[in-house]
């Protein structure tokens, strides 16, 4: 969805709440913004098949699961060819441990965050997603010393 001229007060009120809690239910929210929680069901229904909402997932503890280890790499490639940005995008892509990239301008073409258990871990994980690829030029890494805000929620 490309415009935001057909989400109406309601709407965005409903895609704050699930923000913050996507197993808010449609009587909860329904209470907050002055709406049957059928009608909430409704807008909720048509914000999926819209594209608007895009999935509705649970936020893992990373450290809870024997990942407490996050890096910040930027990666810059040999060549910027189509083929060669698909090749990496579907390496990161398929990769659990990234958990985001990022296509971007600069000194880097890709931004990654990545998740390991420890150095050995984040060492494997360098070499089959940038070592053992031809096209990296080079990559710099941050290691996150602190999670101070992490979260998916997009002002509205």
């Not at 704050?16 to 329904?30: F, H, N, P, W």
């Not at 441990?97 to 880097?108: D, F, K, L, R």
Request: aromatic share 6%.
């Amino acid at each position: 969805m490309s415009d935001d001229a057909t989400l109406d007060d309601f709407d965005r009120e409903i895609l704050r709440r699930l923000q913050v809690d996507a197993r808010a239910t449609g009587e909860e929210i329904g209470a907050a913004v002055h709406l049957s929680a059928a009608a909430v069901q409704r807008r909720i229904k048509r914000l999926r098949q819209l594209g608007v909402i895009l999935a509705e997932v649970v936020l893992v503890d990373p450290a809870a699961v024997g990942q407490p280890m996050t890096f910040i790499l930027g990666v810059e490639l040999e060549r910027e060819r189509a083929d060669m940005l698909d090749a990496f995008r579907n390496a990161a892509r398929a990769d659990p441990n990234v958990q985001a990239c990022y296509y971007v301008t600069g000194a880097a073409d890709f931004i990654l965050v990545v998740l390991a258990r420890d150095m050995a871990d984040f060492e494997a994980i360098t070499r089959r997603l940038l070592f053992d690829n031809p096209n990296i030029r080079r990559f710099t890494t941050s290691v996150v010393m602190s999670r101070d805000k992490v979260g998916n929620a997009v002002p509205i």
